[in-house]
């Protein structure tokens, strides 16, 4: 599931970013499904990862064309407890699982001002969306 800038970017502003932040099921199937999908990258680099780092660390970054970074966990939020809370964002023909606004609030409980902002931004953005119900 997307979540980080890009997931804010689609969910309440652009913002930029310099990576791709995904929350991920560390199970083994899975890990397969996501190796395959990223082999197809130019560099491959996916190929350096070893099945066992995806399960051990909450993140492994993967440098490739661009950089995308598998998380086991943000803010302490692991796949399993997100799951409930994705929106599928249509970009392009191709359907995105999203973090919704709301659990992207929750991944960004950090001191950082970049995810300050953007929980502002989240949080503004339900609340436009409340007015217009």
Do not use: H, W
Request: net charge neutral.
């Amino acid at each position: 599931m997307l979540i980080g800038g890009f997931a804010v970017a689609l969910q309440a502003y652009a913002r930029g970013t310099k990576d791709i932040d995904l929350l991920i099921d560390p199970s083994p199937g899975n890990i397969q499904r996501i190796k395959k999908a990223m082999s197809s990258l130019p560099d491959n680099a996916i190929a350096l990862i070893q099945d066992y780092e995806i399960q051990q660390y909450q993140v492994v970054r993967i440098a490739d064309e661009f950089v995308v970074d598998l998380m086991a966990k943000a803010c302490g939020i692991d796949y399993e407890a997100a799951k409930s809370d994705i929106d599928f964002i249509t970009v392009d023909n191709v359907k995105i699982p999203t973090a919704t606004k709301e659990l992207l609030i929750r991944t960004k409980n950090t001191i950082r001002p970049s995810d300050q902002m953007d929980v502002n931004a989240l949080k503004q953005r339900i609340e436009e969306e409340k007015k217009r119900k």
